[in-house]
């Protein structure tokens, strides 16, 4: 009887209306939105064209074909003025923003890393030391940073006359630091194989150590075989060719003339200031993100390391740093990030990056601005998704696994 009933209730309800369906009304509202964001650009990109039209300048990417006409200071592959076009233009931007970037990043790592762990230190000097540089360097906005270092730092060096001589054929002057130039004979093929190999042989060698120590708990000393392998073997089969009266590397040294200095390999001064702007700067906030990761290790760690006799150097690389880390990632990638796009700054001191070289000069001169913008913002989506993608990887590598 209670059966029917339930039947007849069920029966006599009103059907809802689809309208009230709430998996309805999203798809709707989603397509309701991207519906209107395409005609946003539908309209944007019409009334760009229309614009191009009346202004007679010719849209598409044709003109990175035209010649260049200009000098780059620093150029990572050959360039010219009269051969060279405006997409040999664009790499080189390219280049020089990628290898400030990659640089800064390994040296903000470095500092970052040492002055979050010198801010925990239970030396009062070095803790103060640590905080001061912290609270300082972030607080003043990088764009004057860049302007010291130029300026007031690297601008009253002497002319190359009177350069600086800092011995092994290293001299500094105003027009920046010129250094021995590495000269490559045909058998230099040897040293790269070498290293290659190194690389190979550390990478298995940690993974076996990790594996052993996982299984029995023994220790092995990865960081020096790591050295030895990616040092050692180069270092050795350069000895070995020079035995052999071959000699796969030498060098040009830069020598003093009465006016300037010739020969040798010249690092720009706009360069310096921006490595050393970008690094000091990010390692202040890097070093804030290490400071907080390792307080977020339980203290019972440390001192559950010191009952098992390490050492506190031990105990903080092998205990707390691994255990930081999974806090430290997410964080470090996003100082990565704003490392690379802040080397966009360096139009300011008059580096050759992409923004100066590309969205400056070529664009001044060819008056393609949509195009030059395009593919200035897809350069820096594509690093920063790059660098992402890479980061996550190592962020799931060193995560915690539940169990």
């Known amino acids: 009887m209670g059966s029917v009933q339930t039947v007849v209730s069920q029966a006599s309800q009103p059907k809802k209306s689809f309208l009230y369906d709430p998996n309805v009304r999203g798809i709707f509202y989603q397509v309701l939105l ?120 690297l601008g009253p060096l002497p002319q190359p006359r009177d350069s600086y001589s800092m011995g092994a054929g290293f001299f500094l002057n105003s027009r920046g630091l010129f250094m021995p130039r590495p000269i490559y004979a045909a058998d230099a093929w040897v040293m790269g194989a070498a290293f290659a190999i190194g690389v190979v042989g550390t990478i298995v060698f940690r993974r076996w150590a990790k594996k052993q120590q996982a299984s029995t708990g023994r220790q092995y000393p990865v960081g020096l075989v790591t050295l030895g392998l990616v040092l050692g073997l180069p270092i050795l089969s350069w000895l070995v060719l020079t035995l052999a009266n071959a000699n796969p590397i030498s060098f040009d040294m830069p020598q003093k003339g009465t006016f300037n200095l010739r020969g040798g390999m010249q690092v720009l001064p706009e360069f310096v200031a921006l490595l050393v702007g970008l690094t000091t700067y990010t390692a202040a906030f890097i070093a804030e993100v290490v400071r907080a990761g390792i307080l977020a290790v339980s203290k019972g760690q440390t001192e559950a390391s010191g009952s098992l006799g390490l050492k506190p150097g031990q105990t903080l690389r092998l205990v707390v740093i691994p255990q930081a880390m999974r806090v430290i990632i997410p964080p470090l990638t996003s100082q990565y990030l704003n490392l690379t796009k802040n080397s966009s700054l360096a139009v300011a001191i008059g580096y050759p990056d992409l923004v100066q070289v590309f969205m400056g000069t070529v664009l001044n001169q060819t008056g393609q601005a949509i195009e030059v913008v395009v593919i200035t913002m897809g350069v820096y989506l594509t690093i920063s998704l790059v660098t992402s993608f890479f980061m996550n990887m190592y962020n799931r590598r060193v995560a915690i696994v539940e169990r």
């Not at 300048?57 to 360039?79: K, P, R, V, Y």
């Open 34 to 153: 991207v519906s209107v964001v395409a005609y946003l650009f539908y309209m944007a990109a019409t009334n760009a064209i229309d614009n191009l039209r009346r202004a007679k300048i010719a849209s598409g990417f044709g003109f990175l074909e035209n010649t260049a006409g200009f000098d780059i200071s620093q150029t990572l592959i050959s360039f010219s003025a009269a051969g060279s076009t405006y997409g040999d233009a664009f790499i080189v931007g390219l280049l020089n923003t990628l290898i400030v970037s990659a640089i800064g990043i390994v040296f903000a790592t470095i500092l970052g890393f040492a002055i979050g762990i010198a801010r925990l230190s239970t030396n009062w000097m070095v803790a103060k030391v640590a905080m001061v540089y912290v609270e300082l360097l972030r607080n003043i906005p990088l764009l004057l940073q860049l302007l010291f270092w130029y300026i007031a730092v």
